[in-house]
Each structure stands twice: as structure tokens, then as C-alpha cells.
């Protein structure tokens, strides 16, 4: 099979998990040991990031049904590496009633690719994306 619809693939796993709530899913995308830069968060690394990520998830999905839409601008492979970069838009919808919530990320991970031919994420990294405008003279460059 193809490594780029292999980690296609990992993707709409991903975002399944998200749709049904199911962190064990979710969790299968990650490395065992992996770096979790999410925006907002501590970084953390190693087998530390999946047992914190684990326990986000969880209180999240029990305090929200949540609704992922992934949108991939690029997967690049380079042997067992791998990386790609989109937005992840996610809905979350309070479980005790209340307005759903929608935010838009940017993101980018890379991917090793595990001794039995698995795909993870072993790096993940996102921040909160910005409506696209274009430069104008009175925008400060930084």
C-alpha cells in the first residue's frame, strides 16, 4: 500500500475517534512515546504525552459530543518519516446542553513509521488559525 493513503487512512481514524468520542481509537494514531505541543497546553514528551493526552480526551469527550472535520494540505514522506500540515476544525457540543463551540487549527505532525509497518504521530503541533487577509501597509511587520 501506498504510505501517503496509509497515513490518509490514519487520518480519518483520527478523526472517526474524535466523532465517536473514543479515546482508545483516537490514542491508536499516536506513537507510544510521542511530542504533544498542543496549543494552550504544556508540551509534554515521551510515554508522559499519551497518559496526559488520554486523560484530556477522556474529560473532554465525557463533557462533549465533538465533531472533527480534517482538512489536509500536505503529507510528505521521506522512508519511514513522514510529515503533514492542514487544519483540524473541531465542534465541540457541551453534553449538558448549552451553544457548540467551533475552533479552527493549524497544524503539523510528523509520522514514524513503526517496525510492523504502522503509521504514528510523533510529533504534534498546532495553533489557532487566523482568517487569511492580505499585507496591507498599516499591518505592523514583525
Not at 508540551?43 to 486523560?55: E, I, L, P, Q, T
Not at 518519516?81 to 497544524?107: C, I, M, N, Q
Not at 513503526?114 to 504514528?120: A, V
Given at each position: 500500500?501506498n504510505d501517503v493513503y496509509e497515513i490518509n ?134
Amino acid at each position: 500500500m501506498n504510505d501517503v493513503y496509509e497515513i490518509n487512512v490514519a487520518k480519518a481514524r483520527l478523526r472517526e475517534a474524535y466523532n465517536a468520542g473514543d479515546v482508545d481509537l483516537l490514542l491508536t494514531a499516536f506513537a507510544d512515546e510521542f511530542t504533544d505541543m498542543s496549543f494552550g497546553k504544556p508540551s509534554f514528551f515521551g510515554a508522559d504525552a499519551k497518559s496526559v493526552f488520554r486523560m484530556r480526551m477522556t474529560n473532554l469527550f465525557e463533557q462533549h459530543q465533538a465533531t472533527l472535520i480534517v482538512t489536509i494540505i500536505a503529507i510528505r514522506v521521506f522512508a519511514n518519516a513522514a510529515f503533514d500540515y492542514g487544519w483540524h476544525s473541531l465542534t465541540l457540543t457541551p453534553r449538558e446542553g448549552g451553544e457548540s463551540t467551533t475552533t479552527r487549527k493549524r497544524y503539523f505532525e510528523t509520522w514514524q513509521k513503526s517496525s510492523s509497518g504502522e503509521w504514528k504521530i510523533n510529533l504534534y503541533i498546532d495553533n489557532v488559525d487566523v482568517a487569511p487577509m492580505m499585507p496591507d501597509a498599516a499591518m505592523p511587520i514583525q
